[in-house]
């Protein structure tokens, strides 16, 4: 199966800053990558799917970009509702498969 | 709005079985695939299975092959779990989530989640 490596698993940010999560995967997914956000007692949350196309009522802080098995996920200016836990996923190859997470704590 | 609710959680001792379900509206369900994905408690996301909108296909992942049974009634709006020999290594938070593209996509949204603990 397709192993998805995030890092940092803690990124300490202050309100304001710039926040820049990485996700690795073992092979190649070419576009197929998904980011979700998900905050304590909540269902994960739909963030970014194609790498880099944001879903419905997602704010443009939010940005996705890389390629092949090298993704980052950018959040530009941290605001207090941002802080929780990212998780990359790959739907290139079955089965899917999730990141371990990557908490954004505020600093 | 779109939306889906488990239920079906609880306790249940090792090696019993369990159905969860995932009531959907707010879309057409029977336009989308649907998927199960769980959490184990303080640890992350893992995908458990996956439908197609008519039913036709299914995929499992290896841990719960031949012990859990993805199902839908188009009719009802719903979607099923079956979960048979559990283990404690099943316990977690089940979450449906809709796969807006087909079948083996990403998901979106998600339920609430419903918590099944396998203890004896």
């Known amino acids: 199966e397709t192993v998805m490596t995030q890092s940092p698993a803690t990124l300490s940010v202050s309100p304001g800053e710039r926040a820049t999560l990485s996700c690795r995967a073992s092979q190649s997914l070419s576009s197929n990558l998904a980011w979700y956000q998900q905050k304590p007692g909540q269902a994960p949350r739909l963030l970014i799917y194609?790498?880099?196309t944001r879903a419905t009522d997602i704010p443009a802080r939010f940005s996705g970009s890389g390629s092949g098995t090298e993704f980052t996920l950018t959040i530009s200016s941290l605001q207090s509702e941002d802080f929780a836990v990212y998780y990359c996923q790959q739907y290139n190859h079955w089965p899917l498969t999730f990141g371990g997470g990557t908490k954004v704590e505020i600093k | 709005q779109v939306q889906l609710v488990e239920s079906g959680g609880g306790v249940v001792q090792p090696g019993r079985s369990l159905r969860l379900s995932c009531e959907a509206s707010?879309?057409?369900?029977?336009?989308?695939?649907t998927h199960w994905v769980r959490q184990a408690p303080g640890k992350g996301l893992e995908w458990v299975a996956v439908?197609?909108?008519?039913?036709?296909?299914?995929y499992y992942a290896t841990p719960v092959k031949g012990r859990f049974t993805i199902s839908r009634d188009n009719s009802k709006n719903t979607l099923y779990l079956q979960m048979d020999s559990l283990t404690v290594e099943d316990t977690a938070v089940y979450y449906c989530?809709?796969?807006?593209?087909?079948?083996?996509?990403?998901?979106?949204?998600w339920g609430q989640g419903t918590l099944v603990t396998v203890s004896s």
């Open positions: 989530a809709r796969d807006p593209h087909g079948t083996g996509y990403w998901l979106d949204p």
């Open positions: 707010g879309f057409t369900f029977s336009s989308f695939g």
């Open positions: 439908i197609s909108s008519d039913g036709s296909n299914k």
């Open positions: 194609g790498v880099s």
